[in-house]
T-cell receptor
């Protein structure tokens, strides 16, 4: 299994509070991703990173920010949590692959269940 | 933009039945295609993949063939088991991008 640890695994917070989720990898892979999973929507990309301090937005990035100061850590921050951000958040890493860059699959952590009350 | 469409679930089957979960995609160029499986309380696990037209991915009795002419990547298994009960996601990554696009997932329930 890919060495991906997400923390915390569960969190309940109040509307308007800041929240930071952490993803830690032991694989030294360059690409890291944050997705959210919601019923009826599948997985939707929030942000991804292609290196230390290099990040880009996904399809649902509003209300979220990320930081990557070390290869192994990718942080997702909700600056002011809202009820619409209640979700399960997954971190993923992309293995380097052996051929063209499209071949490599993602490997996922076990997720963080966030509830905003 | 790129997109993935999966059949609506839940799919309920008896043990040893044949399984098909439909997946079609929209993408420019030559995407790579994936199937993932998610068991309760866990993250997604790669089930199989295919990287070019007519490739067949297979794993644990599951198969899917990359059909460019029909832009499809349907998941099949000849005889399902109760332990196959899970949510299955179809996904793609397009040429020239690092963004992986997922379908909405199909829940499979297999009854003994």
């Amino acid at each position: 299994d890919a060495g991906i640890t997400q923390s915390p695994r569960h969190k309940v917070t109040e509307t308007g509070t800041p929240v930071t989720l952490r993803c830690h990898q032991t694989e030294n892979h360059r690409y890291m991703y944050w997705y959210r999973q919601d019923p009826g929507h599948g997985l939707r990309l929030i942000h991804y990173s292609y290196g230390v301090k290099d990040t880009d937005k996904g399809e649902v990035s509003d209300g979220y920010s990320v930081s990557r100061s070390k290869t192994e850590d990718f942080l997702l921050t909700l600056e002011s949590a809202t009820s619409s951000q209640t979700s399960v958040y997954f971190c993923a890493i992309r293995s380097p692959g052996t051929g063209t860059r499209g071949n490599s699959p993602l490997h996922f952590g076990n997720g963080t269940r966030l509830t905003v009350t | 933009g790129n997109s993935v469409t999966q059949m609506e679930g839940p799919v309920t089957l008896s043990e040893e039945a044949f399984l098909t979960i439909n997946c079609t995609y929209t993408a420019t160029g030559y995407p790579s295609l994936f199937w993932y499986v998610q068991y309760p309380g866990e993250g997604l696990q790669l089930l199989l993949k295919a990287t070019k037209a007519d490739d067949k991915g297979s794993n644990k009795g599951f198969e899917a063939t990359y059909r460019k002419e029909t832009t499809s990547f349907h998941l099949e298994k000849g005889s399902v088991q109760v332990s196959d009960s899970a949510v299955y996601f179809c996904a793609l990554i397009g040429s020239g991008t690092y963004k992986y696009i997922f379908g909405t997932g199909t829940r499979l329930k297999v009854l003994a």
